[in-house]
């Protein structure tokens, strides 16, 4: 290890040299209060900035193992210093002058969702504590500007560090609140299976959001207000008492008029899978961490999926069994993601009518006695659900406010009437009996093997190195193809694309042998991630990206949807 003298000495040197002799720099130095790491040196101001770590031994960093004894609490705390840094560096507004990324500073931008990411880690044997960063190494031209970077070095990262890293620097009260509201939250998530419930949302939740641009909560919003008859309190280790609505096991229907605020109360539901920062106004709306958004996806790819739940005989002869195509329509993409939610280990589904197939959801009576059932390829969902939960155990929360033929199949009828829910169950099957479903001569359905081996495929056996890039929130890349991930509604953060798109690489490179299955590839990714963090995906000779851990829901959903996987 080099000093951090020995860095201004080897800065003053390369000053106004060409832009490579930066590449010099790769070293690690001992700062007083950490050791700074430049793991990776961009190859010219245009490129991606360099990216560098800020190592602080457990001692210095002073954190109370107190504040990180559950791995959900260590998730908190990484989170709050992250977002703590990210403040500092964004408060400053220094810019270096210079060409391409010149002087900027970059760390992961943190929404409302608390998830594990390499930005920050903190190991739990010890309390040592690694920051990454990416700083954009100045130049005038190509012309190297140390000057500017030593300012960086020797200033700025210094200071933000002491600002956000150590704890004797920080409101330890802050600090408590965030490791409490931690354990609150996954003493919600553990206690529901307990209390027979798939979903919990506390009474004065704030559920909409600002904007179709804004995850923030919306101001002046109407505050959650559980039905009298659908609460439970519950008794959170350092909250106390909490109030909400629970939302029992089985088939839960949400209706009411439109604009009444039923799809804002189910994409709560959505991001329910995560824990949320304090002041997001869904603290304490947790589903069960498998629920999965289940929605039409016209033109996606199958590979050799068994939608026979849902369809069969189909025109052309085709196989549902073994369900492939390019292009999938409405009804089949719809039915393809509830089969890989179920063999992803899902147990409670969410659909919102709003983004669903009509033809994959209900048939009606009259439809049925015009077009009959041997001329119907889609058993629709309606036939399923109550099977799904009674055989399988996999619950289904729906929006549905267009059709009453749900109210047959549920258990519970929850209706928004502005922004209020009531609980209308009885009612609604007291209605129902005057409209009773056509007799349907239902087959019991044969249930899905989930044994589909993927091989590597072909573009990945050539050993060379592969291009990986996200595009936002929507699609993550591997060489030439485009991983769409748009309708794989509950990815929150572009790093959880970065991260889908290691895993395929990691599962194609070590997992897929032909032998595994895609559970037992799923299982494997998150006992890895489980044992040794996001940063065992990739090789680090070009440092370590920003990821963040997505679940092994969204890693099938992302396998399922990569055009080139070898089934
Ligand atoms: P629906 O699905 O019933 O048609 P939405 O959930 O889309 O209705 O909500 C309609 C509008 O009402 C949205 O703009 C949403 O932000 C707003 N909204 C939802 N819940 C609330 C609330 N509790 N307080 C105020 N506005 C709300
Ligand atoms: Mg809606």
Do not use: W
Not at 42 to 61: C, E, M, V, Y
Not at 307 to 330: M, Q, R
Not at 348 to 354: A, G, H, P, S, Y
């Amino acid at each position: 290890m080099q000093t951090a003298a020995d860095l201004k000495n080897l800065l003053t040197r390369i000053d106004r040299r060409g832009y490579p002799a930066y590449k010099d720099t790769r070293e690690s130095y001992q700062f007083p209060d950490y050791v700074l790491s430049i793991d990776h040196v961009q190859g010219d101001p245009f490129a991606a900035p360099s990216k560098l770590s800020i190592h602080i031994p457990g001692k210095q960093a002073g954190f109370p193992p107190a504040l990180y004894r559950t791995p959900c609490q260590r998730v908190a705390l990484q989170d709050a210093l992250t977002r703590r840094f990210g403040h500092q560096a964004s408060q400053a507004s220094f810019q270096a002058k210079g060409s391409g990324h010149s002087g900027l500073i970059a760390v992961s931008r943190c929404g409302q969702e608390v998830l594990e990411r390499t930005a920050c880690t903190l190991d739990p044997k010890n309390g040592d504590l690694v920051l990454r960063l990416e700083v954009g190494f100045p130049a005038n031209g190509r012309t190297i500007n140390a000057r500017e970077l030593e300012k960086i070095l020797f200033e700025l990262l210094p200071r933000y560090a002491a600002a956000s890293l150590f704890y004797r620097n920080l409101d330890a009260r802050q600090l408590q609140a965030v490791a409490d509201l931690a354990e609150d939250q996954q003493y919600i998530r553990t206690i529901l299976p307990q209390l027979g419930l798939c979903a919990f949302v506390a009474n004065g939740s704030i559920l909409p959001r600002a904007s179709g641009v804004s995850s923030l909560p919306l101001k002046g919003a109407i505050p959650f207000q559980s039905p009298s008859e659908l609460e439970v309190t519950l008794n959170l280790p350092h909250r106390g008492a909490l109030t909400g609505m629970g939302i029992q096991r089985g088939v839960t229907l949400i209706v009411g008029g439109g604009y009444h605020g039923k799809s804002t109360l189910l994409q709560a539901l959505e991001l329910g899978v995560y824990p949320h920062i304090a002041g997001d106004g869904r603290e304490y709306v947790i589903t069960d961490p498998t629920a999965v958004k289940i929605r039409a996806e016209d033109g996606r790819s199958i590979r050799n999926t068994d939608i026979s739940l849902f369809i069969n005989d189909l025109p052309n002869g085709k196989d549902t069994v073994h369900f492939t195509t390019e292009d999938a329509s409405g009804s089949t993409s719809q039915a393809a993601n509830v089969v890989e939610s179920l063999e992803a280990g899902a147990s409670l589904l969410l659909m919102d009518e709003d983004t669903s197939a009509t033809n994959f959801m209900v048939r009606d009576a009259l439809m049925q006695q015009v077009i009959h059932r041997d001329m119907e390829p889609i058993t629709p969902f309606l036939e399923r659900v109550r099977e799904l939960y009674d055989q399988h155990g996999i619950s289904t929360i729906l929006v549905a406010g267009s059709s009453g033929a749900y109210f047959h199949p549920a258990d519970c009828v929850i209706q928004m009437d502005r922004y209020v829910p009531h609980d209308i169950t009885a009612r609604a099957k007291e209605a129902a009996r005057a409209f009773p479903l056509p007799d349907a001569p239902l087959q019991p359905a044969r249930a899905p093997a989930f044994d589909r081996r993927p091989k590597p495929s072909p573009a990945f056996q050539g050993g060379e190195r592969v291009k990986l890039k996200t595009l936002g929130r929507d699609s993550v890349c591997l060489n030439r193809e485009t991983i769409d991930l748009r309708s794989v509604e509950q990815l929150t953060d572009s790093e959880q694309l970065t991260a889908l798109g290691y895993c395929l690489l990691y599962a194609q490179k070590h997992l897929m042998d032909g032998r595994r299955t895609l559970r037992q590839i799923a299982n494997a990714l998150e006992q890895l991630l489980e044992t040794q963090g996001l940063s065992a995906l990739c090789e680090s000779r070009s440092g370590i990206p920003f990821l963040a851990r997505p679940r092994r829901q969204e890693m099938l959903a992302c396998f399922n949807r990569y055009r080139d996987l070898n089934l």
